[in-house]
């Protein structure tokens, strides 16, 4: 599969900001999602996931309660939609997809599982 992110851009703090990531291919439903960041100087972080179905989400503190994922299946899309934003946002967002049999329901928040990644788009939050 690949990922396409795009949506970045430059907001005031307080803003807001719909990242979107589009999967290429006919099973996209059979792929975890997931969110990352990697801002300047600093090791790359998890930000979100979500279950092939949709179902199950999972969020890293820093940004629990600011920002949402969600996917549309039948467009193949990822979104994190980003509210509330600080300064300390600021950062390249990659998406990210991990197969799965579809066997089970679950996310997954390490780095590493990972197989495919995006190329990231660029969020700068002024203060």
């Known amino acids: 599969v690949q990922l396409q992110a795009s949506g970045g851009g430059l907001v005031q703090a307080g803003g807001s900001l719909r990242l979107s990531c589009a999967a290429s291919?006919?099973?996209?439903?059979?792929?975890?999602m997931g969110w990352f960041r990697q801002a300047p100087g600093k090791e790359r972080e998890f930000v979100a996931a979500?279950?092939?179905?949709?179902?199950?989400?999972y969020y890293a503190d820093p940004v629990k309660g600011r920002f949402t994922i969600s996917r549309d299946n039948a467009k193949n899309t990822v979104y994190l939609q980003m509210n509330s934003l600080k300064p300390e946002d600021t950062a390249i967002y990659y998406c990210?997809?991990?197969?799965?049999?579809?066997?089970?329901?679950?996310?997954?928040?390490?780095?590493?599982?990972?197989?495919?990644w995006g190329q990231g788009t660029q969020v700068t939050v002024s203060s």
């Open positions: 990210a997809a991990d197969y799965t049999d579809r066997s089970r329901v679950g996310v997954k928040w390490v780095e590493n599982e990972y197989d495919y």
């Open positions: 291919g006919r099973t996209f439903r059979s792929y975890d």
């Open positions: 979500i279950s092939w179905s949709g179902i199950v989400t």
